[in-house]
T-cell receptor, first 115, second 113 residues
Framework: GAVVSQHPSWVICKSGTSVKIECRSLDFQATTMFWYRQFPKQSLMLMAT?????????EQGVEKDKFLINHASLTLSTLTVTSAHPEDSSFYIC???????????FGPGTRLTVL | DQQVKQNSPSLSVQEGRISILNCDYTNSMFDYFLWYKKYPAEGPTFLIS?????DKNEDGRFTVFLNKSAKHLSLHIVPSQPGDSAVYFCAASGIDYGQNFVFGPGTRLSVLP
């Protein structure tokens, strides 16, 4: 399987600031990356799907101007939470896959706390 | 409406006994199913999968059973160990979903020593 890292693992920021979360696929050419968020005691909710070199596809209800996703290479995708507010506090998880794979490989997650 | 359901939010089992986690789905187009295990503050890790052409898949202590007519699958863990305590997510995919998976809400398993 793929080894996926996320940075930072935990970030605390003030309301109104922007936060960037990186997702790196260390040994795997990730043609597709997914971003999920998980609220406490709830399931993983898909936010967006990004294919390398093209614009991300956002799920219904996810604001694309607020959650900026960039998938610039086969090993890196970034999620920027712009003008973060306390309700954006959550656990954000990325996953990677390839066309021929039936499985997604998940990163360790990033806990965002907005004060 | 939830397409993948895990009706038991939590389950407690004695160490050494069998743990059975259930998952139901509504979309008959789903043809591939996975179970993920998740510890707090960590990303999910893959456990086991099953394709709709099979009704059982086994990997060590973990066995997944699929009943297509009932749109039901279950994960059996035998014997259960304290380290198995985690949240277990059932996920489903199909042609209409590309490489994306629809996740169930999860079941928190506690294995008591």
């Amino acid at each position: 399987g793929a080894v996926v890292s996320q940075h930072p693992s935990w970030v605390i920021c003030k309301s109104g600031t922007s936060v960037k979360i990186e997702c790196r696929s260390l040994d795997f050419q990730a043609t597709t990356m997914f971003w999920y968020r998980q609220f406490p005691k709830q399931s993983l909710m898909l936010m967006a799907t990004s294919n390398e070199g093209s614009k991300a596809t956002y799920e219904q209800g996810v604001e694309k101007d607020k959650f900026l996703i960039n998938h610039a290479s086969l090993t890196l995708s970034t999620l920027t939470v712009t003008s973060a507010h306390p309700e954006d506090s959550s656990f954000y998880i990325c996953s990677v896959t390839q066309v021929t794979y039936n499985e997604q490989f998940f990163g360790p997650g990033t806990r965002l706390t907005v004060l | 409406d939830q397409q993948v359901k895990q009706n038991s939010p939590s389950l407690s089992v004695q160490e050494g006994r069998i743990s059975i986690l259930n998952c139901d789905y509504t979309n008959s187009m789903f043809d591939y199913f996975l179970w993920y295990k998740k510890y707090p503050a960590e990303g999910p890790t893959f456990l086991i999968s099953i394709s709709s052409i099979k009704d059982k898949n086994e990997d060590g202590r973990f066995t997944v059973f699929l009943n297509k007519s009932a749109k039901h699958l279950s994960l059996h863990i035998v014997p259960s160990q304290p380290g198995d305590s985690a949240v277990y997510f059932c996920a489903a995919s199909g042609i209409d979903y590309g490489q994306n998976f629809v996740f169930g809400p999860g079941t928190r398993l506690s294995v008591l020593p």
